[in-house]
T-cell receptor
Framework: DSGVTQTPKHLITATGQRVTLRCSPRSGDLSVYWYQQSLDQGLQFLIQYYNGEERAKGNILERFSAQQFPDLHSELNLSSLELGDSALYFC?????????????FGSGTQLSVL | EDQVTQSPEALRLQEGESSSLNCSYTVSGLRGLFWYRQDPGKGPEFLFTLYSAGEEKEKERLKATLTKKESFLHITAPKPEDSATYLCAVQERFQGAQKLVFGQGTRLTINP
């Protein structure tokens, strides 16, 4: 158990809908990262938050947004969903935000857009 | 952007049959190379970080090595429980923060 909690584990929705994925980092970790994993693209970095502030933005679509709350949990919002958004979405956390730190990953949310 | 290529895509071994997984990378200034293990339906689990050419790290039946262009994950006398997908990633300078660029992974199967 990595200590990172993601909910829900599975999500099935329709095109055009909006969903929210939730992540609670390990106790004491200030950084939260979101990654998308699909069969053809592998693990792709989406966005990082550090202590409530956006730190880095990767391949995140404009239809997607995220935030980190004062209690350090994070939410990833996906809107106007398309079939191609179906993937595993992972949250990871680390103690700091900019160094060579190992990331601890949650078990992921499997999103299926029908 | 940094590139990470892993080979082979899949590897099937008999229990006790040692082998190596390859991770080649192109990066402008390596800040760290990471190995993760991923089991089906789970998130990646950290194994090693390597920082400079010549560095080696070991954990049980696994040993990771690093050169200027590639890293190897050596598996000695593997057991069925070593079956997993092994992911390699390099840390990229990105907006003053940490961004890991992952390879596609090697799916390892150890038959009893």
């Amino acid at each position: 158990d990595s200590g990172v909690t993601q909910t829900p584990k599975h999500l099935i929705t329709a095109t055009g809908q909006r969903v929210t994925l939730r992540c609670s980092p390990r106790s004491g970790d200030l950084s939260v990262y979101w990654y998308q994993q699909s069969l053809d693209q592998g693990l792709q970095f989406l966005i990082q938050y550090y202590n409530g502030e956006e730190r880095a933005k990767g391949n995140i679509l404009e239809r997607f947004s995220a935030q980190q709350f004062p209690d350090l949990h994070s939410e990833l919002n996906l809107s106007s969903l398309e079939l191609g958004d179906s993937a595993l979405y992972f949250c990871a956390s680390s103690v700091g935000g900019g160094g060579n730190e190992k990331l601890f990953f949650g078990s992921g949310t499997q999103l299926s857009v029908l | 952007e940094d590139q990470v290529t892993q080979s082979p895509e899949a590897l099937r071994l008999q229990e006790g049959e040692s082998s190596s997984l390859n991770c080649s990378y192109t990066v402008s200034g390596l800040r760290g190379l990471f190995w993760y293990r991923q089991d089906p339906g789970k998130g990646p689990e950290f194994l090693f970080t390597l920082y400079s050419a010549g560095e080696e790290k070991e954990k049980e039946r696994l040993k990771a090595t690093l050169t200027k262009k590639e890293s190897f994950l050596h598996i000695t006398a593997p057991k069925p429980e070593d079956s997993a997908t092994y992911l390699c990633a390099v840390q990229e300078r990105f907006q003053g923060a940490q961004k890991l660029v992952f390879g596609q992974g090697t799916r390892l199967t150890i038959n009893p």
